[in-house]
């Protein structure tokens, strides 16, 4: 094979001052062709290999630009190249290769901002809360004014339990950056969570700043509709968008977050009647039937839109489903708490006759759920169970499991081990609509934070709640009942991640409850 001629140094760099100069303008083609050019006469040359990985991310390519920056950091380790591999490794999501990568940067840069950033996000995503806190205080330390490190650390502390402390770094956050929404709807959080509700509810309007899908990007943005909010006033006074009309105002109220977000809030619906001469709201499929039986059956002036954006020309007013909360002046007094989701009686009587028909039949009746949706996440790995962690809750209870496990995650299905203790017709549930009648014929729902637990609690279903370390605002800080749901038992987690003690505790309280041989009062309607 013939050798390539030799080049001068000066004709390398030439061609390297090129490249810079068409990268930077954007002619991404000739830049790539003149650093393989170079990289061809000089495969050292850290410059040419870390321009190249700039131009592979440029065009999208995260794993080959990821590939080349390596290759730059074994040439020569300069920190701006560790800084952009673990802003590459961020994006592909690979956090414990940024944890590596910036911990390898910190040896020659001990006080970049950029790789304790990335450290810190890095920790925090993997659910390395502690670890993650110390890197943002360190990084505070170096940079007081950094606004983002101190949303982050409220953020971490709250998941730590520590309200006070997280409220006051994102205020901090706020006060150095007053454009951060991101900071506003974490605090609103942590309001919420303290029951500050009348102050959280303005911050949460931009709870949208902070929603990621699965794959940790943002998700979605504010829906943008002609039509103003309504936001509590009387629509009959200040008019829509098509000023007073004769027949009534008319109120759109949109979906947002997951169905557990939908089953919480739609109790406002009816009261949003007592308002307007209609109300709609746009209805994920799955729980169409279910509102229609339960919500549309009694209030008439209340419908469920199909899941598409209707014609705005037929509404005066619109409302997103958890700014209703706000419209309405909720404060922990007076949260609208009574029952309002119920099964179809005839549905329930069909899923009865099943299980009369099973062995036991007198038995106590659970259902259970042990994981959530949203599978990846970090959320999500903190509030879910695996069935092999609740198989010493199914052996020493002496009650019936029904499985109310819903979940197209063969990982959250159950295992071997656990089938034997459980009543899995799930296969069979097409909508939440089934799910009611399930639960219609239960005495007693144990389920971890998801969308089950809302609708068995609105159903007046006594609920005992799995509940994560610092979880969901939603079930406030260190209570075991709930203001939203009065027939709620809230078993939360003392230390973060220990599972053990909450099912040890779920058990003593089943056995004291259902004890064989000692009569019970079934809460079966």
Not at 264 to 272: H, I, S
Not at 341 to 348: E, G, I, K, T
């Amino acid at each position: 094979m013939q050798s390539q001629s030799p080049v001068s140094s000066q004709a390398i760099s030439l061609w390297f001052n090129e490249a810079e100069e068409a990268r930077l303008a954007g002619r991404f083609d000739t830049a790539q062709a003149l650093l393989d050019r170079i990289i061809v006469h000089d495969s050292a040359h850290a410059g040419a290999l870390y321009s190249r990985g700039l131009v592979a991310l440029a065009s999208g390519q995260l794993p080959l630009a990821q590939r080349w920056i390596e290759r730059a950091i074994e040439v020569q380790p300069q920190p701006p190249f560790f800084d952009m591999l673990c802003f590459i490794q961020v994006k592909l999501r690979t956090f414990a290769s940024v944890v590596q990568t910036a911990r390898a940067g910190l040896v020659h840069q001990p006080d970049s901002l950029a790789l304790h950033y990335y450290f810190g996000v890095a920790l925090q995503l993997q659910g390395r809360a502690d670890e993650a806190a110390a890197v943002y205080r360190r990084l505070i330390e170096l940079k007081p004014d950094y606004a983002q490190a101190h949303a982050n650390l409220g953020v971490v502390v709250k998941g730590l339990g520590s309200l006070s402390e997280a409220e006051q770094h994102l205020r901090q956050a706020m006060a150095l950056d007053p454009s951060n929404r991101g900071a506003r709807a974490s605090l609103s959080q942590v309001l919420l969570a303290a029951g500050c509700y009348e102050e959280a509810w303005p911050y949460f309007e931009d709870r949208w700043a902070n929603f990621v899908d699965a794959n940790g990007q943002p998700a979605s943005e504010r829906p943008q509709l002609a039509l103003p909010q309504w936001k509590g006033e009387r629509p009959d006074v200040v008019g829509g968008a098509h000023g007073v009309p004769e027949r009534g105002a008319r109120l759109l109220v949109l979906p947002e977050q997951g169905h557990g977000d939908s089953l919480q809030f739609v109790r406002y619906l009816p009261l949003a009647l007592e308002r307007f001469a209609q109300v709609g709201y746009i209805c994920p499929p799955p729980l169409r039937r279910l509102y229609e039986e339960s919500l549309c059956a009694h209030w008439p002036g209340l419908v469920m839109l199909e899941d598409v954006m209707p014609n705005v020309k037929e509404w005066d007013w619109q409302c997103p489903l958890m700014s209703l909360p706000m419209a309405f002046g909720t404060r922990l007094d007076n949260i609208p708490a009574a029952t309002y989701l119920s099964a179809d009686p005839q549905r329930a009587l069909e899923w009865r006759a099943k299980l009369d028909a099973l062995c036991q039949r007198d038995l106590p009746r659970v259902g259970v759920v042990w994981a959530g949706g949203h599978s990846g996440t970090t959320e999500d790995r903190a509030r879910s169970l695996t069935s092999a962690q609740l198989a010493p809750l199914f052996s020493s209870s002496h009650v019936r499991w029904i499985s109310l496990q819903k979940t197209d995650d063969l990982a959250k299905r159950p295992s071997a081990a656990t089938k034997a203790y459980l009543i899995d017709w799930m296969d069979h549930v097409s909508d939440f609509a089934d799910t009611a009648a399930i639960i219609d014929n239960l005495d007693l729902v144990v389920s971890v934070d998801t969308s089950v637990a809302h609708l068995a609690a609105a159903m007046g279903k006594p609920v005992w709640l799995l509940n994560r370390f610092a979880g969901c605002w939603r079930w406030l800080h260190n209570r075991d009942d709930s203001p939203w749901y009065r027939s709620v038992r809230i078993f939360g987690q003392s230390q973060r991640g220990n599972w053990d003690e909450v099912i040890e505790r779920v058990a003593a309280e089943l056995k004291q409850r259902y004890e064989p041989g000692r009569t019970y009062r079934s809460f079966v309607r």
